[in-house]
């Protein structure tokens, strides 16, 4: 190994703990050798070094990090060089449809479908199939919710024949060596499925998801049974509106019977949202002790995760543990579960977040007006005579 390979190495050692400023600081430094056998070197170092300011959630520097891998050696004919020009254009219009730019994205995606179509490498049909992907994702930013469920469409039909295939070189921000187009093979299905249930089309968006299982459902990659959980809890979404609650009740059971006890680092967020999900049903049936444990054993399993969405489902949880508590006429524990949600979550930035702490300020001053017109309402205790007792 050279001492550029080393420092690399590092990098990502860092990258992988998540020590994203460190990582980003030595890519830097990778990235300015000229030492000519280390081209391969310097193209990772810029991809990874782009990753982490992703990572960092420095977007408009990643960008120009990674139109460098292409000025640099966009005329490469070496298949590792290639790779990296190819993985640097579908990063560059991933971070831009982020910025909220996605007439740019498409325009950088189009430019990377244009330079490698007909490619046979499997890690150039990764990266075309990555291409269609957030083409598709552009395209719905944009409102062209036709044109995306073409592009996800074209993705299933010209890659769900390919198998998993080891590459000579990794240009991905992980360090990963195996190519697999499954993975964009299902979540194109899955983000099908989401436009279509968006529109009302129930019955296709469940093909969709249906489409995800059956090819992915016995899968034991970690980014495959991630795509095979979203799948079912897209389906349970779609027959709570098909069928009703009981067909969903079904289909969120198989997630935790599933997934419940998984240790994939993306699965938690799908169990959450099931568990939340199963004790609203719960709750909808009347079975309020039911629903409040279901929102309980939410909290008690992912109340201390630091994954945003995560959280989400967790501050849901909170506010309906509330209601159920207090439906259940357990009054006290009710307020004091708001509370608990209000102090944790009050400096919170995330929308989503900031949206269920108003919730949960807004329940439970409901809930504080109906105890005070409830003991309003009672009648003055009776004087008793201290002849009562003999």
Same mark, same amino acid.
């Given at each position: 190994m050279t001492e550029v390979s080393e420092i690399l190495s590092q990098g990502v050692a860092l990258s992988r703990a998540h020590r994203y400023e460190e990582a980003a600081g030595i890519f830097g430094r990778v990235a300015e050798s000229t030492d000519p056998a280390a081209r391969g070197d310097v193209a990772r170092a810029l991809i990874y070094r782009a990753a982490a300011l992703h990572a960092l959630g420095r977007l408009e520097e990643a960008a120009?990090?990674?139109?460098?891998v292409v000025h640099r050696f966009g005329d490469a004919t070496e298949p590792e060089l290639?790779?990296?020009?190819?993985?640097?254009?579908?990063?560059k219009g991933v971070v831009l449809g982020r910025l909220g730019r996605p007439e740019q994205a498409l325009t950088t995606l189009d430019e990377m479908e244009a330079r490698f179509a007909g490619a046979s490498e499997p890690s150039l049909r990764e990266q075309m199939a990555s291409a269609l992907l957030n083409t598709g994702v552009a395209l719905d930013q944009l409102g062209r919710t036709q044109d995306a469920i073409a592009a996800f469409d074209e993705l299933v039909r010209l890659y769900a024949g390919d198998s998993p295939a080891p590459v000579p070189y990794a240009v991905?921000?992980?360090?990963?060596?195996?190519?697999? !187009?499954?993975?964009? @093979? /299902?979540? =194109?299905?899955?983000?099908?499925?989401?436009?279509l249930l968006r529109g009302g089309e129930y019955r296709e968006a469940a093909t969709a998801c249906d489409a995800v299982l059956s090819r992915y459902a016995e899968a034991s990659e970690p980014a495959l049974r991630e795509q095979v959980a979203r799948a079912l809890v897209?389906?349970?979404?779609?027959?709570f509106e098909l069928d009703g609650p009981g067909a969903a009740a079904?289909?969120?059971?198989?997630?935790?019977?599933?997934?419940g006890t998984a240790t994939d680092a993306a699965l938690p967020r799908y169990v959450a949202q099931a568990l939340v999900q199963r004790g609203a049903i719960s709750g909808r049936a009347g079975r309020d002790e039911e629903a409040a444990r279901a929102f309980e054993a939410t909290v008690r399993r992912f109340g201390?995760?630091?994954?945003?969405? !995560?959280?989400?489902? @967790? /501050?849901? =949880?909170?506010?309906e543990l509330g209601s159920a508590l207090w439906n259940a006429g357990r009054r006290e524990p009710a307020i004091a579960v708001l509370d608990e949600m209000i102090a944790h979550f009050a400096d919170a930035t995330n929308p989503v977040l900031r949206e269920q702490v108003a919730q949960a300020q807004a329940n439970k001053e409901l809930v504080l007006a109906e105890l005070a017109r409830a003991r309003a309402?009672?009648?003055?205790?009776?004087?008793?005579?201290?002849w009562w007792r003999r």
């Amino acid at each position: 190994m050279t001492e550029v390979s080393e420092i690399l190495s590092q990098g990502v050692a860092l990258s992988r703990a998540h020590r994203y400023e460190e990582a980003a600081g030595i890519f830097g430094r990778v990235a300015e050798s000229t030492d000519p056998a280390a081209r391969g070197d310097v193209a990772r170092a810029l991809i990874y070094r782009a990753a982490a300011l992703h990572a960092l959630g420095r977007l408009e520097e990643a960008a120009p990090v990674l139109e460098q891998v292409v000025h640099r050696f966009g005329d490469a004919t070496e298949p590792e060089l290639r790779a990296a020009v190819a993985t640097a254009l579908v990063e560059k219009g991933v971070v831009l449809g982020r910025l909220g730019r996605p007439e740019q994205a498409l325009t950088t995606l189009d430019e990377m479908e244009a330079r490698f179509a007909g490619a046979s490498e499997p890690s150039l049909r990764e990266q075309m199939a990555s291409a269609l992907l957030n083409t598709g994702v552009a395209l719905d930013q944009l409102g062209r919710t036709q044109d995306a469920i073409a592009a996800f469409d074209e993705l299933v039909r010209l890659y769900a024949g390919d198998s998993p295939a080891p590459v000579p070189y990794a240009v991905r921000a992980g360090g990963e060596e195996q190519s697999d !187009v499954r993975t964009y @093979v /299902a979540r =194109a299905l899955n983000e099908k499925a989401v436009l279509l249930l968006r529109g009302g089309e129930y019955r296709e968006a469940a093909t969709a998801c249906d489409a995800v299982l059956s090819r992915y459902a016995e899968a034991s990659e970690p980014a495959l049974r991630e795509q095979v959980a979203r799948a079912l809890v897209g389906k349970a979404a779609i027959l709570f509106e098909l069928d009703g609650p009981g067909a969903a009740a079904g289909v969120y059971d198989e997630v935790l019977t599933r997934f419940g006890t998984a240790t994939d680092a993306a699965l938690p967020r799908y169990v959450a949202q099931a568990l939340v999900q199963r004790g609203a049903i719960s709750g909808r049936a009347g079975r309020d002790e039911e629903a409040a444990r279901a929102f309980e054993a939410t909290v008690r399993r992912f109340g201390t995760s630091t994954d945003p969405a !995560v959280l989400e489902h @967790v /501050a849901l =949880a909170m506010v309906e543990l509330g209601s159920a508590l207090w439906n259940a006429g357990r009054r006290e524990p009710a307020i004091a579960v708001l509370d608990e949600m209000i102090a944790h979550f009050a400096d919170a930035t995330n929308p989503v977040l900031r949206e269920q702490v108003a919730q949960a300020q807004a329940n439970k001053e409901l809930v504080l007006a109906e105890l005070a017109r409830a003991r309003a309402a009672a009648p003055a205790p009776r004087h008793r005579s201290r002849w009562w007792r003999r």
